[in-house]
């Protein structure tokens, strides 16, 4: 059964930075694209950034383009969601997602087989 797990979440003031984790297990990660979402009470779950199984290609939403990097080590079965100049509209629930079959995963939530269970990011200003 694939499993993903996230961690790296918390408190942090405007201006500040987090690094997310996200780790995979149950299947072999390297054929696996990613992408990080986020979500917030009352809304839908949004894109955030993604990348490629090789690692090599990326794309980020315009409101985090420049800010966030998405990274991944596929010997640790691990990505990364760097977050730098955070900001209190970034408040949200983070969740990674998986999707097999495509060299890079799509922005919709719909497309991804795969789900973590979601870390609690809060910006104070």
């Known amino acids: 059964q694939v499993q993903l797990v996230e961690s790296g979440g918390g408190l942090v003031q405007a201006g500040g930075s987090l690094r997310l984790s996200c780790a995979i297990s149950?299947?072999?990660?390297?054929?696996?694209?990613m992408a990080w979402f986020r979500q917030t009470p009352g809304k839908e779950r949004e894109f955030v950034a993604r990348?490629?199984?090789?690692?090599?290609?990326?794309s980020y939403a315009d409101s985090v383009k420049g800010r966030f990097t998405i990274s991944r080590d596929n010997a640790k079965n691990t990505v990364y969601l760097q977050m730098n100049s955070l900001k209190p509209e970034d408040t949200a629930v983070y969740y990674c997602?998986?999707?097999?079959?495509?060299?890079?995963?799509?922005?919709?939530?719909?497309?991804?087989?795969?789900w973590g269970q979601g870390t609690q990011v809060t910006v104070s200003s």
């Open positions: 149950g299947r072999t990660f390297s054929n696996v694209a």
């Open positions: 997602a998986g999707t097999q079959g495509r060299y890079l995963g799509t922005t919709t939530v719909g497309e991804y087989d795969y």
């Open positions: 990348i490629s199984w090789s690692g090599s290609s990326t």
